[in-house]
């Protein structure tokens, strides 16, 4: 059974310059080969995203631009990390409910994903998730 402390923060290496900083996150970085990339942008004052756990699949979020909270919830206990550096991640484990909210304007959320779409892998009922924590 997954729990909070499986998720981490991991920093992104960046190349530093003059110009503007570089980050680069390549396979090996992450526990995980990524498989999908997504983002989170033009998210209306008072949304919030998220709302579902993954049976299978991890991500990593990264605040690209502007910051958010992420409420992770195992169950047990729930806790709410701030993302808002683009050298910094949120590795979320299976099994893990997560909630994103308190966007600032002009917020990017970047997701890369351990797997391709796929709706079966997805815990979307809050109460569904619960008692699969018992099972």
Request: proline letters at 3%; a negative charge.
């Amino acid at each position: 059974m997954a729990l909070i402390t499986d998720c981490e923060i991991i920093g992104i290496p960046k190349i530093k310059d003059h110009r503007g900083n570089l980050a680069v996150v390549e396979n090996g970085i992450l526990p995980f080969k990524m498989n999908r990339v997504y983002y989170l942008f033009d998210i209306p004052a008072g949304a919030y995203r998220g709302g579902h756990a993954h049976k299978l699949q991890q991500e990593f979020l990264i605040a690209i631009s502007g910051s958010f909270e992420v409420v992770l919830d195992d169950g047990i206990q729930k806790k709410t990390i701030l993302l808002n550096r683009p050298d910094r991640g949120l590795l979320i484990d299976t099994g893990i409910w997560r909630e994103l909210q308190s966007f600032s304007q002009g917020s990017v959320c970047l997701v890369l994903n351990s797997g391709k779409f796929d709706e079966s892998d997805y815990i979307r009922d809050y109460q569904t998730f619960l008692a699969s924590k018992n099972e």
